[in-house]
């Protein structure tokens, strides 16, 4: 009986401690039917993985094909019309053998749609020397605004995007400006290459669309092929 009563204590104290600041554990199967917590998700684990890669100078990652390998607990609490999302998930590199916990709390304003990274943090499980270098890598957020390649590709993504979306019903229809970027990634090795940019659609009153565009380089293409490499997209959604 003893013994029972110790297990509940803990149990209790566990959950206690689980949603203190009013946040509260997500099962796996609210997560697996939410395609905004597993977008939100995507894009936390990206800006962490683009601060620690270029502007973190304790303990930075190498650069790399990083993905989620696994995610450990989500929790929510809502506050002042915004939910706050605290992920932490296990991260890993198929570009060379190392793997990252990785904690980060995103905020979404489900009114408008505003999103951000609130805080991140990260601690390195496994480390080795050896790198793969035919793996898709993170670019430097800073080359938006200093190199007039990733500028070029960024704009025709976006004119593509915004107009492709509005006709297809996906977005508003209405005026848009770039908002923030939370990453940038190649494609590695490949024909032809292409890059991958992790942005977000503001209307003139502040709507906020989180979008994803894919941009190949047809430089190398021959004319009458380029047709046969498009500009894709993907809108996430907001509910």
């Known amino acids: 009986m003893k013994l029972l009563i110790a297990a509940l204590l803990f149990v209790a104290i566990g959950t206690i401690t689980a949603q203190s600041n009013g946040y509260t554990r997500l099962s796996t199967a609210t997560i697996n039917r939410s395609q905004l917590i597993q977008g939100l998700r995507q894009l936390g684990a990206e800006y962490l993985l683009e601060k620690a890669i270029f502007q973190t100078t304790k303990n930075p990652l190498r650069n790399g094909n990083w993905n989620i390998s696994r995610t450990e607990s989500v929790y ?9 999302y605290r992920f932490t ?15 980060y709390t995103v905020s979404f304003r489900p009114s408008n749609g505003n999103t951000a990274v609130t805080s991140y943090s990260y601690r390195i499980l496994s480390d080795k ?3 793969r270098t035919d793996q898709p890598q993170f670019v430097d957020l800073t080359w938006l605004t200093s190199n007039t390649y ?3 590709q960024f704009q025709k993504g976006y004119d593509f995007t915004v107009a492709n979306a509005i006709k297809n019903g996906e977005i508003r229809d209405a005026t848009y ?7 940038i990634r190649d494609s590695g090795y490949t024909y032809p290459p292409v890059i991958n940019f992790l942005t977000t659609l503001v209307t003139r009153s502040g709507y906020t669309y989180r979008v994803r565009f894919f941009v190949p380089d047809l430089e190398s293409v021959p004319e009458d092929q ?10 996430y959604p907001n509910n």
């Open 150 to 152: 990733i500028q070029a």
């Open 89 to 103: 998930v296990i991260l890993a590199s198929k570009s060379s053998p190392t793997t990252v916990r990785g904690l």
């Open 129 to 131: 020397d050896e790198f």
């Open 226 to 235: 380029q047709a046969n490499y498009p500009i894709t997209y993907w809108v």
């Open 177 to 183: 400006h770039a908002g923030k970027t939370f990453s």
């Open 76 to 84: 929510r609490r809502i506050s002042g019309g915004v939910n706050y």
